[in-house]
Nanobody, 127 residues
Framework: QVYLVESGGGLVQPGGSLRLSCAGASGFTLEHYAIGWFRQAPIAKGREGVSCIDSKGETTWALDSVKGRFAISRDNAKNTVYLQMNSLSPDDTAVYYC??????????????????WGHGTQVTVSS
């Protein structure tokens, strides 16, 4: 079962912005879960945790390299989590995935087994 579906990616120039959305899939209600965003860059670096938010939206965490540029938020009434990405650089190019967090939102948070992950959304930053 895939829990969440990502959208909002695309091609953007350096310095541009995108807002990614993460919505519950197949009736999955994300209201009671911390939600995290991972990304996987083209050159096999593995999946990197980017940001997470607790179930009430009171606690967030972000990777140092995106602090001040990315902002995570959620609207539980819409069953959706967002990742606002500003001042994008080519280093942000990756497929972005959202997952329900296993445990709490904290550095090195983890998600479920990969077969529960969605297809992700491609973000390409290039001039």
């Amino acid at each position: 079962q895939v829990y969440l579906v990502e959208s909002g990616g695309g091609l953007v120039q350096p310095g541009g912005s995108l807002r990614l959305s993460c919505a519950g899939a197949s009736g999955f209600t994300l209201e009671h879960y911390a939600i995290g965003w991972f990304r996987q860059a083209p050159i096999a670096k593995g999946r990197e945790g980017v940001s997470c938010i607790d179930s009430k939206g009171e606690t967030t965490w972000a990777l140092d390299s995106v602090k001040g540029r990315f902002a995570i938020s959620r609207d539980n009434a819409k069953n959706t989590v967002y990742l606002q990405m500003n001042s994008l650089s080519p280093d942000d190019t990756a497929v972005y995935y959202c997952v329900p967090v296993i445990g709490i939102c904290q550095p090195h948070f983890s998600g479920p087994e990969y077969h529960h992950w969605g297809h992700g959304t491609q973000v390409t930053v290039s001039s």
